[in-house]
């Protein structure tokens, strides 16, 4: 969809979707076409895409953007790194995080990064709706369980140990060591040499207490069940 082809009102909040999926899509926009105030401008189907867009959308004399709403699991660029790039480029540009993952696993993670909420794929439209707008009107949308994992954050925050220890690209390793990937898998995934992807998995086992892969598939199996905290800065 192209922006050129749509006029919404002024006060209408305008919405890019970034998701892989066509059917997801689809289905948001199905979902935000019910709701007068809303409507979605443009879409992309990966993380270099969305960025792209987004540029172009909040460009002097671009048509303007409200609100992005970004998968996590996103190709070409991982969804937290495109989350990070915006916050620096766009502060201002809320972006509503979509996952299948719980919210016990990546909530956190989203909101610290600067996310304004962070919400499931299966959600309730009338959720869904409610949290464009609390998020485009500059607000933090929540749902019970994104507090519940922000409260165990705080309470877990001075301990400084495990998974709330890893800083965002040690965080990036990790899931993928964790996945079953090589070293080199991981590098060229990532952009990174063998050797720095080395050093991140020697601290990744440092911080967690595992001493190799099997340990540390076993810990993440163990911490699936538990509230993750965010990373810290790298």
């Not at 006060?11 to 979902?31: A, F, M, S, Y």
């Not at 105030?37 to 879409?43: G, I, L, R, S």
């Not at 993952?101 to 439209?125: F, H, M, W």
Request: net charge negative; aromatic share 2%; glycine share 10%.
């Amino acid at each position: 969809m192209s922006a050129a082809e749509l006029d919404p009102g002024p006060d209408t909040i305008r919405v890019l979707i970034g998701d892989d999926h066509r059917i997801v899509r689809e289905g948001l926009k199905q979902v935000l076409a019910d709701a007068p105030d809303v409507t979605v401008v443009a879409e992309a189907p990966s993380g270099p895409e969305v960025l792209a867009r987004v540029a172009a959308l909040c460009a002097p004399g671009g048509a303007g953007l409200g609100l992005v709403l970004l998968d996590i699991a996103m190709p070409g660029l991982d969804g937290l790194d495109v989350l990070q790039t915006l916050k620096h480029e766009h502060p201002q540009l809320p972006v509503l995080m979509l996952s299948t993952y719980p919210e016990k696993q990546y909530a956190v993670r989203c909101i610290r990064l600067g996310a304004s909420g962070y919400l499931n794929k299966s959600a309730d439209p009338d959720d869904m709706l409610a949290a464009v707008r609390k998020a485009a009107g500059g607000g933090i949308y929540l749902t019970e369980a994104t507090a519940q994992a922000l409260a165990s954050a705080i309470g877990q925050a001075s301990a400084k140990a495990g998974l709330e220890a890893l800083s965002h690209r040690e965080h990036q390793v990790y899931r993928l060591l964790t996945q079953g990937r090589t070293v080199s898998e991981i590098g060229a995934q990532l952009g990174l040499a063998p050797n720095t992807v080395s050093t991140y998995r020697a601290r990744i086992l440092e911080k967690t207490g595992a001493t190799n892969d099997v340990e540390l598939a076993l810990y993440a199996e163990r911490h699936a069940r538990s509230p993750v905290a965010g990373p810290q800065p790298a």
